[in-house]
């Protein structure tokens, strides 16, 4: 017990000379905000860019679906950007009843709480009909009013690079 706590007194001492180091910033630059069980989905805020990272991978049910667009509905509240970079490389498959309830339920309600004003980097999909969909997502999104910026790209770094130079107004408080 007695060599626990001299572990535990000597882990804690270290703790904070790692905190005070000017260093120890890059790892809390990006913020998590949601991870699926399974991880087929996970999201991030960069602090230091302003933008929300979202990474996808192989098939995604439909509860993951909504439990991250929630997550990041509610994470806009405190982070307050409407810049997003969406890596789909390594998406294989969403269902169409994601994709309905995205367009005709969540996007409706997320831009009539944050307003339409975005931004978003989209890393292609290997799946071409995936691609499509997002495609035809970002499109109904400017049909239903929201006025944003889209662009698709084939690597996470060309995307992250755009999105960093983009400016947008904050969200509707």
């Not at 991250?68 to 269902?95: G, P, V, W």
């Not at 400017?142 to 662009?151: I, T, Y």
């Not at 690597?155 to 408080?173: C, F, G, M, R, Y």
Request: net charge positive; hydrophobic share 40%.
């Amino acid at each position: 017990m007695a060599q626990y706590a001299y572990y535990l007194s000597n882990f804690r001492v270290l703790c904070s000379i790692l905190h005070s180091l000017p260093f120890t910033s890059i790892f809390t630059i990006m913020q998590e905000v949601y991870r699926s069980v399974d991880n087929t989905q996970v999201t991030w805020f960069d602090t230091e860019n302003q933008y929300y990272l979202m990474f996808t991978k192989g098939d995604v049910s439909h509860k993951i679906y909504q439990e991250s667009n929630h997550a990041l509905y509610d994470a806009m509240l405190t982070y307050k950007s409407m810049k997003f970079c969406y890596d789909l490389s390594e998406m294989k498959r969403t269902d169409m009843v994601s994709r309905a309830w995205y367009t005709t339920s969540f996007l409706p309600k997320f831009f009539r709480r944050y307003g339409g004003h975005f931004v978003a980097a989209i890393v292609r999909s290997q799946n071409r009909f995936e691609n499509m969909s997002t495609e035809f997502l970002a499109k109904a999104a400017s049909k239903l009013g929201m006025q944003g910026k889209v662009e698709f790209f084939d690597d996470l770094e060309s995307a992250k690079s755009w999105i960093v130079q983009q400016h947008t107004a904050p969200p509707n408080p």
